[in-house]
């Protein structure tokens, strides 16, 4: 089944202890992208990747990581989360940027304590 | 700079007919993406529209109006199944995608 693996789908987690949400794409898909999405301010890009090895930021990139090593996966790094990284994020892939529209992940509810 | 707005909220009365608009201001335009987003799950995609005109798909169509900054979409013989939020998003540029806040559509017996 063609689909986007997002893990974990819940996580509770101390200020400033790493995580890392992992993302992986079975469709072969160039473009992938990471969203987070909070009460009135919709979904709001991170990053995102063209293809393997290129990243680039989206429009709220501060505290965030990424890395596209292989094309089926797109890992969500944060180095030390905070309380105002607290929200529900979603992985998202296409065959390019823009075509065919996304698929996306389950989603993951991150909660920083 | 980059604005999608649509309307917060709309209700609706199973079998009726419903249109969620959109506006958006963008530069280079690359098409208007709708997606419907179940409470607690992931968006899904449901049209695209890079043309001027009505695209239909069963229940649900959408329009585009390049000249206006314009689109819609439209429910038809609405279900219960059909209360969700409705995403309109627009590409900025030719590698970020935007959404706007989304409408919460509720559909009553």
């Known amino acids: 089944e063609a689909q986007v693996t997002q893990n974990p789908r819940y996580l509770i987690t101390v200020t400033g202890k790493k995580l890392t949400v992992t993302c992986s794409q079975n469709?072969?898909?160039?473009?992938m992208s990471w969203y987070r999405q909070d009460p009135g301010l919709g979904l709001r890009q991170i990053y995102y990747s063209m293809n393997v090895e290129v990243t680039d930021k989206g429009d709220v990139p501060e505290g965030y990581k990424v890395s596209r090593k292989e094309k089926r996966n797109f890992p969500l790094i944060l180095e030390s989360p905070s309380p105002n990284q607290t929200s529900l994020y979603f992985c998202?892939?296409?065959?390019?940027?823009?075509?065919?529209?996304?698929?996306f992940g389950s989603g993951t509810r991150l909660t920083v304590v | 700079g980059q604005n999608i707005d649509q309307p917060t909220e709309m209700t609706a009365t199973e079998g009726a007919i419903v249109q969620i608009n959109c506006t958006y201001q963008t530069s280079g335009f690359n098409g208007l993406f709708w997606y419907q987003q179940h409470a607690g799950e992931a968006p899904t995609f449901l049209s695209y529209n890079v043309l001027d005109g009505l695209e239909e798909k069963g229940r649900f169509s959408s329009f585009l109006s390049r000249s206006k900054g314009y689109s819609y979409l439209l429910l038809k013989e609405l279900q219960m199944k059909d209360s969700a939020s409705y995403l309109c998003?627009?590409?900025?540029?030719?590698?970020?995608?935007?959404f706007g806040t989304g409408t919460r559509l509720q559909v009553f017996p």
């Open positions: 469709m072969n898909h160039e473009y």
């Open positions: 998202a892939s296409s065959p390019r940027a823009h075509m065919g529209g996304y698929t």
């Open positions: 998003a627009a590409p900025r540029n030719t590698d970020k995608l935007i």
